[in-house]
């Protein structure tokens, strides 16, 4: 995959920034279809730092976690506007002082929107880089600081979504799909069941 993408739909920082808080839980899938009309009636930060929690809620209440995602969306907008002057911070650590941003939702949005180098560790991620044996982590933090040290940094945004896509497609939690595995002849996990 020269150039993997993330599966979320999304013409601009806001646009990202929502869907990627949006999939927290979520599917990308789900988000795609919450979003087209929740851009329609809110297209931008000012428009959603306007709009009551309850509005918020009933545009994406058929996502995980509604009654969080909407009230942390709201305060993001309003901090956004009211702190930054509208603009997205560029840098993972002023994203993650916004309301409903951790670390992972600030790597993906640095990653992708500014081209921070930054690995995103989510549990596909998490479960696939175990799993093949290119780290031995504990934790997600732990993942996510040997990935930096492993790769390139030009390919980190990529290789991020080169495991994710891994993980959701092939190398799935319940039943991998090793028999169609591009990379099982050096993947630890598939090496010890053979």
Not at 92 to 103: A, C, F, H, S, V
Not at 171 to 193: H, L, M, Q, V, Y
Request: net charge positive; aromatic share 6%; glycine share 4%.
């Amino acid at each position: 995959m020269p150039e993997p993408q993330s599966e979320l739909r999304y013409v601009n920082e806001y646009q990202l920034v929502v869907a990627v808080v949006l999939s927290a839980q979520c599917t990308d899938k789900r988000v795609n279809i919450i979003t087209p009309p929740l851009f329609e009636k809110l297209p931008d930060f000012v428009s959603l730092a306007s709009a009551s929690v309850e509005e918020v809620y009933a545009l994406i209440k058929s996502c995980t976690y509604p009654n969080n995602k909407s009230k942390n969306l709201v305060k993001l907008a309003q901090v956004v506007c009211n702190e930054h002057n509208g603009s997205l911070p560029q840098t993972r650590d002023e994203l993650e002082k916004l309301p409903g941003i951790g670390r992972k939702t600030a790597n993906v949005v640095a990653a992708i929107a500014f081209k921070e180098n930054r690995f995103a560790v989510d549990t596909h991620v998490f479960r696939v880089a175990n799993r093949i044996g290119i780290v031995k982590a504990k934790n997600p933090l732990e993942t996510e600081k040997q990935l930096m040290k492993l790769f390139p940094p030009e390919v980190i945004p990529d290789a991020h979504h080169w495991l994710l896509l891994h993980g959701r497609y092939c190398c799935t939690a319940r039943n991998p799909k090793c028999e169609e595995c591009g990379i099982s002849d050096i993947c630890k996990s598939f090496k010890n069941k053979s």
